[in-house]
């Protein structure tokens, strides 16, 4: 069994991969979490499986030395994954260091998977990348939904706090729902004009893949939906990296 984990800014995502397949999923926040409290998310997240391997994409480096002695107890050495290694497609020299792992292992998957292709990741940030021709060719990070939502509230003085859900109309009629149209509507205006402007910018035939949390209710209100949702893509990604250079780990 694989023990798969994509850290991000606000959760690390956690989960158990049997060959190619996701057998169990599940997710914590991930703001100042000590080592203990991530050592007891993991072992009753991985209790009664057998753990093979390890590998990790994280994008919080304050968090680093702190994955290293949650996991130990494993006693398999993880595979932090980075734009060096085998990856199944390219990246370009000077770009390498800048490329998230989150992004590094969500392309893995999508490229393997669905071949020349458009990533949209509806994380914290939403972000649109694309890899062609087993190069990847660039990417668009903004803000994601639930971002944008939470900076309406910290920013001003009257505004509240709102659960983000698709509004029944466009235009709203009280405060509440002018948010809501707001940040939904305008999150999927924008991730269609980016979309097209890509498209249009790489002028190839790409499939539009899609994932993460906001992404299915984001494509009920497309005028052109994304060609797969795919939300264990980067799960997927990460057991193709594991895969290709597992044997570089100890354990």
């Not at 994601?144 to 939502?149: F, R, T």
């Not at 264990?232 to 570089?248: Q, S, T, V």
């Amino acid at each position: 069994m694989l023990f798969a984990l994509d850290v991000g800014n606000t959760n690390v995502n956690m989960a158990l991969l049997d060959d190619d397949k996701v057998v169990k999923k599940a997710k914590i926040k991930s703001k100042e979490l000590p080592a203990d409290a991530l050592k007891t998310a993991f072992s009753q997240f991985a209790e009664n499986y057998k753990i093979d391997g390890i590998v990790c994409a994280n994008v919080v480096k304050e968090l680093g030395p702190v994955l290293q002695t949650a996991l130990k107890d494993f006693g398999k050495e993880p595979l932090f994954i980075n734009a060096y290694m085998d990856l199944g497609y390219k990246i370009r020299e000077d770009r390498k260091p800048s490329v998230g792992a989150d992004i590094i292992a969500t392309n893995a998957g999508a490229y393997a998977l669905y071949g020349d292709c458009l990533v949209v990741d509806t994380g914290t940030a939403t972000t649109f990348q694309v890899v062609k021709g087993g190069e990847f060719k660039g990417c668009v990070i903004a803000s994601g939904l639930y971002m944008g939502v939470q900076a309406l509230y910290d920013f001003t003085s009257l505004l509240p706090k709102i659960k983000v859900e698709k509004p029944q109309s466009v235009l709203g009629t009280d405060t509440v729902g002018c948010m809501q149209s707001g940040a939904f509507y305008g999150h999927a205006g924008m991730i269609e004009g980016l979309i097209r402007r890509i498209k249009i910018e790489v002028a190839a035939p790409l499939t539009v893949v899609a994932t993460g949390g906001a992404a299915e209710m984001i494509n009920e209100v497309l005028d052109e939906p994304f060609d797969i949702i795919d939300n264990d893509l980067i799960f997927k990604g990460l057991k193709i990296i594991y895969d290709k250079n597992g044997l570089r780990v100890k354990g």
